[in-house]
């Protein structure tokens, strides 16, 4: 976040070893997590099961 990179940058670089690859997704995945409110996670819930039908 600090070098100005956005997460779908990082997440799509291939990294020379997949288990640094792995804790980079992880990373961003926490993240994300702690920046969606409560609202947006009931939101996100409700789309995602509506496009599983």
Known sequence: M???LGLNTI??????YP???EVIKKT???WRKTTLSEGKKQ???KLFSWMRR
């Open 11 to 16: 997440a799509s670089t291939i990294h020379p």
């Open 2 to 4: 600090k070098g100005g």
């Open 19 to 21: 288990t640094q690859a």
């Open 28 to 30: 961003a995945n926490a």
């Open 43 to 45: 939101f996100l819930r």
